[in-house]
C-alpha cells in the first residue's frame, strides 16, 4: 500500500468527509485486522481524517485519538512509559518500535493540524507526544536499524520542535547527521534493498525535510532521499518492474513479488515530489544490459551486495546476512501472463519447516516473517555466484541476527523457487526429474528450466551431522525447493556446534554453485548443466581438530574457474569469519556504488559515463544520463569547490556542503550546505 503523504500536504479542509475503511470499529474507534486493533493504523488514520478537516472528521479524529492514547504506557516508573502496545489487545509493551511508528503520524498531524482540534484534546495529544519522545530518547536506537533510526530522526527533531524543546531538536539533528555520515561513509543504507523498509524510511526522510525548521536537518534528509532514491531506481529490473535482490529485511509476500511493484511507488513518489523528479527517469533510460551493480553498506562488517541484470533476469547477493529475514540470493524473471515474478531465492531451514511463522500473534506484519536460521557468505561475478552457509548457534552470538534453536531433526540450506507452475523442467544431470521428491547425486548438477532462463545448482561440500544427510528436489505449499541438508534425523542437541563446548571443532559446512542463463543460450538444460560441471572446483578445508585455543583458526578454501572467469573466498571454520574474495581480476573490495552509470567513492574524484565529479576528499556520487543531458551528483563533506565536467562543458560551485546537484539540459539546481555559488 503507498504511504499517504499526498492528502497531508493540503492545507485546507476538504469538502466531504473523509471514507472510512471498511475495517472500521466504530465501537472502538480503531482499523479491525482480524481480532486485533493496532495502534500504528489507528495513529495513521487520525492523520487522515485531521488532514481532510471537516466537523465529522475532527469529531471521527478526537475519538480515534483518545484510542490511540488508551495504548500508550503513561504509568510513572514504568519501564517503557511512552511506548505503545502494537496492538490495543496486548497485555504489554512487546514492540519497543511502537512509540516510532505511532509518532511518526501525531507529531507531523500536530505541526500541520493541531489547531483543529479543541483545546483539551490538544493537550492530551501533546502529553502523549511528550512522553513519547522521552522513550525515543531513552532507546536511543543504533544508526544500522535504518528505517527505526529515521523514524527516530523524524520524532526528535520535529517533536523537539512542536515542543519548543531546543534541547530534543538539537539531540534530533546530531541523530540525523550521525545517520547520514554512517551511510555515507559506507554506500547505500544498512537495511538496503528492502521493499517494505525503504518505504518506510523514505517517508520519514520526506516529513523530515518537508516540515524540519532546522535548514541544515531539511539538506541532509533530502540528499539521504535523493542518495535512497537513486540506489532504488538502478535496482528495479526493466524486465519486471520490481526490485531485484538481494533484500536485507524482506517478508514473505514481497520475497514472492505479490505486493506493489517498487516502480509503481517509485512513479509515485516522484510525481508527488516525495523524491526528486529524475529519479524516476532513472527507470526510463536505456540502461546497458547486462550490467552488474556493486554496493556496500558496512565496510567495517563485510557487508555488501552484488546485482546482475540482464533483458531476461537478475542475480543478486549478498556478501553476508543482515538479519534473520535476510534473502541472500535471489533470482528474478518474467513470467508471461503474470505481473508476478519468478522468484528463486535463498533459505537455511531449520526442522523441515519451509517458512516459520510470526513468533507470536502480536508481531506487526500479518505477513509470514520468512526467517532465515542460518549465516552465510556470497560471492559473486556477474551470472555465477558462489554461496556457503551454516545454522547460527545460541552458545556464542557470531552473527548480527538473532540465533537459531539447536536443538534439531533436521537442518538444510535451500534454494526455492517461488511458483511450481512456472517450472517447466528439472534435471539432475542427464536425468529428468519427472517425480518428486527426488534425490539427487553429490556433485551433480541440478538445472532448473523456467520462464526464460536456467538456473544450475553445484552442490559443494556439505558437513554431514548424522548419517546420510540427503539432497533432494521438493515441492510444498505451490513452490519448489532444491534441499541441501545438514541433517536428518532424530532429535538432538548438537553441542559439538557451540563455540565453547569441549567437543567444538568449527561450523559445519554447506556451500553451492548458482549460475543463471538465458534458456536462448544454450541448446538445452542438459548442454547447461554439463557446462557447469566443467568447471575447476577446488572445495578444501582444514582438517578438524577440537578447539583448546582462542586464535586457532580453520580455514575454508573454495574456488569455482571456467572460461577464464574465478570466483572464490576463503572463510574461517573456527570463528565463521570472511577472510578473502576474489575474482579471476584479484581480492574484491567493498565499493561504495559502481555501475555502469553511477558511482560513489571518497577520493575526491568520481568518473560515471562520460562525467567527471571532482570535490575534496569525502563521500560523493556522480549519476549520468548522456542521452538526456541529466547529470547529477551527491556531495557529502566539509564546504569546498565541486567541479562537474560534462560532455557540454562545466559546472563549477564553490562552497558547496552536503547536498546535491542537477544539471538538465543547462539548467543547474543546487539544494546543499554552506553557502553555495555557481561560478558560469
Given at each position: 500500500?503507498?504511504?499517504?503523504?499526498v492528502?497531508?500536504?493540503?492545507?485546507?479542509?476538504?469538502?466531504?468527509?473523509?471514507?472510512?475503511?471498511?475495517?472500521?470499529?466504530?465501537?472502538?474507534?480503531?482499523?479491525?485486522?482480524?481480532?486485533?486493533?493496532?495502534?500504528?493504523?489507528?495513529?495513521?488514520?487520525?492523520?487522515?481524517?485531521?488532514?481532510?478537516?471537516?466537523?465529522?472528521?475532527?469529531?471521527?479524529?478526537?475519538?480515534?485519538?483518545?484510542?490511540?492514547?488508551?495504548?500508550?504506557?503513561?504509568?510513572?516508573?514504568?519501564?517503557?512509559?511512552?511506548?505503545?502496545?502494537?496492538?490495543?489487545?496486548d497485555?504489554?509493551?512487546?514492540?519497543?518500535?511502537?512509540?516510532?511508528?505511532?509518532?511518526?503520524?501525531?507529531?507531523?498531524m500536530?505541526?500541520?493540524?493541531?489547531?483543529?482540534?479543541?483545546?483539551?484534546?490538544?493537550?492530551?495529544?501533546?502529553?502523549?507526544?511528550?512522553?513519547?519522545?522521552?522513550?525515543?530518547l531513552?532507546?536511543?536506537?543504533?544508526?544500522?536499524?535504518?528505517?527505526?533510526?529515521t523514524?527516530?530522526?523524524?520524532?526528535?527533531?520535529?517533536?523537539?520542535?512542536?515542543?519548543?524543546?531546543?534541547?530534543?531538536?538539537?539531540?534530533?539533528?546530531?541523530k540525523?547527521?550521525?545517520?547520514?555520515?554512517?551511510?555515507?561513509?559506507?554506500?547505500?543504507?544498512?537495511?538496503?534493498?528492502?521493499?517494505?523498509y525503504?518505504q518506510?524510511?523514505?517517508?520519514?526522510?520526506?516529513?523530515?525535510?518537508?516540515?524540519?525548521?532546522?535548514?541544515?536537518?531539511?539538506?541532509?534528509a533530502?540528499?539521504?532521499?535523493?542518495?535512497?532514491?537513486?540506489?532504488?531506481?538502478l535496482?528495479?529490473?526493466?524486465?519486471?518492474?520490481?526490485?531485484?535482490?538481494?533484500?536485507?529485511?524482506?517478508?514473505?509476500?514481497?520475497?514472492?513479488?505479490?505486493?506493489?511493484?517498487?516502480?509503481?511507488?517509485?512513479?509515485?513518489?516522484?510525481?508527488?515530489?516525495?523524491?526528486?523528479?529524475?529519479?524516476?527517469?532513472?527507470?526510463?533510460?536505456?540502461?546497458?544490459?547486462?550490467?552488474?551493480?556493486?554496493?556496500?553498506?558496512?565496510?567495517?562488517?563485510?557487508?555488501?551486495?552484488?546485482?546482475?541484470?540482464?533483458?531476461?533476469?537478475?542475480?543478486?547477493?549478498?556478501?553476508?546476512?543482515?538479519?534473520?529475514?535476510?534473502?541472500?540470493?535471489?533470482?528474478?524473471?518474467?513470467?508471461?501472463?503474470s505481473k508476478?515474478?519468478?522468484?528463486?531465492?535463498?533459505?537455511?531451514?531449520?526442522?523441515?519447516?519451509?517458512?516459520?511463522?510470526?513468533?507470536?500473534?502480536?508481531?506487526?506484519?500479518?505477513?509470514?516473517?520468512?526467517?532465515?536460521?542460518?549465516?552465510?557468505?556470497?560471492?559473486?561475478?556477474?551470472?555465477?555466484?558462489?554461496?556457503?552457509?551454516?545454522?547460527?548457534?545460541?552458545?556464542?552470538?557470531?552473527?548480527?541476527?538473532?540465533?537459531?534453536?539447536?536443538?534439531?531433526?533436521?537442518?538444510?540450506?535451500?534454494?526455492?523457487?517461488?511458483?511450481?507452475?512456472?517450472?517447466?523442467?528439472?534435471?539432475?544431470?542427464?536425468?529428468?526429474?519427472?517425480?518428486?521428491p527426488?534425490?539427487?547425486?553429490?556433485?551433480?548438477?541440478?538445472?532448473?528450466?523456467?520462464?526464460?532462463?536456467?538456473?544450475?545448482?553445484?552442490?559443494?561440500?556439505?558437513?554431514?551431522?548424522?548419517?546420510?544427510?540427503?539432497?533432494?528436489v521438493?515441492?510444498?505449499?505451490?513452490?519448489?525447493?532444491?534441499?541441501?541438508?545438514?541433517?536428518?534425523?532424530?532429535?538432538?542437541?548438537?553441542?559439538?556446534?557451540?563455540?565453547?563446548?569441549?567437543?567444538?571443532?568449527?561450523?559445519?559446512?554447506?556451500?553451492?554453485?548458482?549460475?543463471?542463463?538465458?534458456?536462448?543460450?544454450?541448446?538445452?538444460?542438459q548442454?547447461?548443466?554439463?557446462?557447469?560441471?566443467?568447471?575447476?572446483?577446488?572445495?578444501?578445508?582444514?582438517?578438524?581438530?577440537?578447539?583448546?585455543?582462542?586464535d586457532?583458526?580453520?580455514?575454508?578454501?573454495?574456488?569455482?574457474?571456467?572460461?577464464?572467469?574465478?570466483i572464490?573466498?576463503?572463510?574461517?571454520?573456527?570463528?565463521?569469519?570472511?577472510?578473502?574474495?576474489?575474482?579471476?581480476?584479484?581480492?574484491?573490495?567493498?565499493?561504495?556504488?559502481?555501475?555502469?552509470?553511477?558511482?560513489?567513492?571518497?577520493?575526491?574524484?568520481?568518473?560515471?559515463?562520460g562525467?567527471?565529479?571532482?570535490?575534496?576528499?569525502?563521500?560523493?556520487?556522480?549519476?549520468?544520463?548522456?542521452?538526456?543531458?541529466?547529470?547529477?551528483?551527491?556531495?557529502?563533506?566539509?564546504?569546498?569547490?565541486?567541479?562537474?565536467?560534462?560532455?557540454?562543458?562545466?559546472?563549477?560551485?564553490?562552497?558547496?556542503?552536503?547536498?546535491?546537484?542537477?544539471y538538465?539540459?543547462?539548467?543547474?539546481?543546487?539544494?546543499?550546505?554552506?553557502?553555495?555559488?555557481?561560478?558560469?
Amino acid at each position: 500500500m503507498l504511504l499517504v503523504w499526498v492528502c497531508l500536504t493540503l492545507s485546507a479542509a476538504a469538502a466531504e468527509p473523509f471514507q472510512l475503511p471498511d475495517n472500521f470499529d466504530p465501537a472502538i474507534s480503531m482499523l479491525r485486522d482480524g481480532d486485533r486493533h493496532s495502534s500504528r493504523e489507528a495513529a495513521e488514520l487520525a492523520e487522515k481524517l485531521l488532514a481532510n478537516g471537516t466537523p465529522q472528521d475532527i469529531e471521527t479524529a478526537v475519538k480515534v485519538l483518545d484510542a490511540v492514547i488508551a495504548c500508550q504506557e503513561q504509568r510513572e516508573g514504568a519501564r517503557h512509559q511512552g511506548n505503545f502496545l502494537w496492538n490495543r489487545e496486548d497485555e504489554a509493551i512487546r514492540d519497543l518500535n511502537g512509540v516510532e511508528f505511532v509518532l511518526r503520524h501525531l507529531i507531523p498531524m500536530m505541526i500541520r493540524h493541531g489547531d483543529r482540534l479543541p483545546e483539551d484534546v490538544r493537550a492530551r495529544v501533546l502529553r502523549c507526544i511528550r512522553l513519547g519522545v522521552d522513550e525515543v530518547l531513552r532507546m536511543d536506537v543504533a544508526v544500522t536499524y535504518t528505517n527505526i533510526a529515521t523514524m527516530d530522526c523524524l520524532n526528535s527533531c520535529l517533536g523537539g520542535e512542536l515542543l519548543n524543546d531546543p534541547a530534543v531538536a538539537q539531540r534530533g539533528y546530531a541523530k540525523l547527521k550521525e545517520l547520514a555520515d554512517f551511510t555515507a561513509a559506507n554506500g547505500t543504507v544498512y537495511e538496503f534493498y528492502s521493499p517494505g523498509y525503504t518505504q518506510v524510511t523514505v517517508d520519514a526522510l520526506h516529513r523530515l525535510s518537508s516540515l524540519a525548521r532546522d535548514r541544515d536537518t531539511a539538506v541532509r534528509a533530502r540528499e539521504m532521499l535523493a542518495r535512497l532514491a537513486l540506489t532504488t531506481a538502478l535496482h528495479i529490473s526493466p524486465s519486471t518492474g520490481r526490485l531485484t535482490g538481494p533484500f536485507s529485511r524482506a517478508y514473505f509476500d514481497e520475497v514472492m513479488g505479490e505486493s506493489e511493484s517498487e516502480s509503481e511507488y517509485l512513479r509515485a513518489w516522484a510525481a508527488e515530489g516525495v523524491v526528486p523528479e529524475w529519479s524516476a527517469l532513472v527507470l526510463d533510460r536505456a540502461m546497458p544490459l547486462p550490467t552488474q551493480i556493486e554496493e556496500t553498506s558496512a565496510r567495517g562488517w563485510n557487508m555488501s551486495a552484488t546485482t546482475y541484470l540482464t533483458k531476461d533476469f537478475s542475480l543478486g547477493t549478498a556478501s553476508r546476512e543482515v538479519s534473520n529475514q535476510t534473502s541472500g540470493l535471489v533470482v528474478r524473471y518474467p513470467v508471461a501472463g503474470s505481473k508476478q515474478p519468478g522468484t528463486v531465492f535463498s533459505r537455511y531451514l531449520v526442522n523441515d519447516t519451509w517458512f516459520e511463522p510470526s513468533d507470536a500473534p502480536e508481531e506487526r506484519s500479518s505477513f509470514l516473517s520468512l526467517r532465515d536460521m542460518g549465516k552465510h557468505y556470497a560471492v559473486q561475478a556477474g551470472a555465477r555466484a558462489l554461496y556457503v552457509c551454516s545454522p547460527r548457534q545460541t552458545a556464542y552470538v557470531d552473527s548480527f541476527a538473532p540465533c537459531t534453536r539447536d536443538y534439531w531433526h533436521s537442518a538444510k540450506a535451500a534454494l526455492i523457487w517461488s511458483r511450481r507452475d512456472t517450472v517447466d523442467a528439472i534435471w539432475a544431470g542427464e536425468r529428468l526429474l519427472d517425480s518428486l521428491p527426488a534425490e539427487v547425486r553429490p556433485g551433480e548438477v541440478v538445472v532448473v528450466e523456467s520462464g526464460p532462463v536456467y538456473v544450475g545448482i553445484l552442490p559443494l561440500s556439505r558437513t554431514d551431522l548424522g548419517y546420510g544427510a540427503p539432497l533432494r528436489v521438493a515441492e510444498a505449499q505451490g513452490m519448489l525447493a532444491f534441499e541441501m541438508y545438514n541433517y536428518l534425523g532424530g532429535p538432538k542437541v548438537h553441542n559439538d556446534l557451540e563455540r565453547m563446548s569441549r567437543f567444538y571443532r568449527g561450523q559445519p559446512q554447506n556451500a553451492f554453485y548458482v549460475e543463471v542463463a538465458e534458456r536462448t543460450a544454450y541448446p538445452d538444460a542438459q548442454a547447461f548443466g554439463r557446462s557447469i560441471a566443467a568447471g575447476a572446483v577446488k572445495d578444501e578445508a582444514a582438517p578438524e581438530f577440537t578447539v583448546y585455543n582462542e586464535d586457532a583458526d580453520r580455514p575454508w578454501f573454495i574456488e569455482y574457474q571456467r572460461d577464464g572467469q574465478t570466483i572464490g573466498f576463503e572463510v574461517d571454520l573456527i570463528d565463521w569469519t570472511l577472510t578473502r574474495r576474489w575474482t579471476e581480476k584479484g581480492d574484491l573490495g567493498f565499493p561504495m556504488l559502481e555501475s555502469a552509470v553511477a558511482r560513489q567513492n571518497d577520493t575526491g574524484h568520481v568518473e560515471a559515463d562520460g562525467a567527471v565529479l571532482e570535490c575534496l576528499p569525502a563521500p560523493a556520487w556522480l549519476y549520468a544520463d548522456p542521452q538526456r543531458d541529466l547529470y547529477v551528483a551527491g556531495y557529502h563533506g566539509e564546504p569546498g569547490t565541486l567541479t562537474l565536467t560534462l560532455p557540454k562543458g562545466r559546472v563549477t560551485i564553490e562552497n558547496m556542503g552536503t547536498g546535491t546537484v542537477v544539471y538538465e539540459a543547462g539548467k543547474v539546481t543546487i539544494d546543499a550546505l554552506g553557502n553555495p555559488v555557481l561560478k558560469q
